[in-house]
């Protein structure tokens, strides 16, 4: 029974490391796309 739980332990630590890697692509994708929308906002007043 403790080699299924080791065997659960892994496989959530690697699904929380897969998940934080997808979640840290996201913020910089969103980050990157506000920043060109500012950048276009700024461009355009003037």
Excluded: D
């Excluded at 739980?5 to 796309?33: D, M």
Aim: glycine residues 2%.
């Amino acid at each position: 029974m403790s080699e299924q739980a080791q065997q659960n332990k892994a496989e959530l630590a690697a699904f929380l490391a897969k998940r934080k890697k997808k979640n840290t692509v996201f913020l910089v994708i969103l980050a990157g796309l506000a920043v060109l929308f500012f950048a276009i906002t700024i461009l355009k007043m003037s």
